[in-house]
């Protein structure tokens, strides 16, 4: 019996923790392989901003008007999605 705990332990540690966290590792490398110029991206740091440049290790924000940060490329969490304006009934 004591043999058929471990590996099922191991088992469950591997399905519960590891290969979710190797899953969402995938698909940030994903967004940011796939990151182009005018994208609306978040950083790690939670800093909103639109890509101004793109470089192998850089990307370029642009925070708000003539106000630009550059941030490793890594440090793109997700892509935001262009949220059309909605008209103000009145």
């Known amino acids: ?3 058929v705990v471990l590996p099922l332990l191991l088992l469950m540690m591997y399905l519960l ?3 979710p966290q190797q899953q ?3 698909a940030q490398q ?3 392989a796939s990151l182009e ?3 609306e991206v978040v950083s790690s740091a939670g800093i909103f901003g639109r890509v101004a ?3 192998e290790e850089v990307a370029t924000l642009e925070v708000a008007a003539g106000v630009e940060l550059r941030f490793a490329r890594q440090a793109i969490a997700r ?3 262009q949220v059309p304006p909605t008209e103000v009934e009145g």
Request: net charge neutral.
């Open 1 to 3: 019996m004591e043999f």
């Open 17 to 19: 923790v590891i290969r």
């Open 24 to 26: 969402r590792i995938r």
């Open 30 to 32: 994903a967004v940011v």
């Open 37 to 39: 110029v005018g994208d």
């Open 53 to 55: 440049a793109l470089d």
């Open 79 to 81: 892509r935001v999605e």
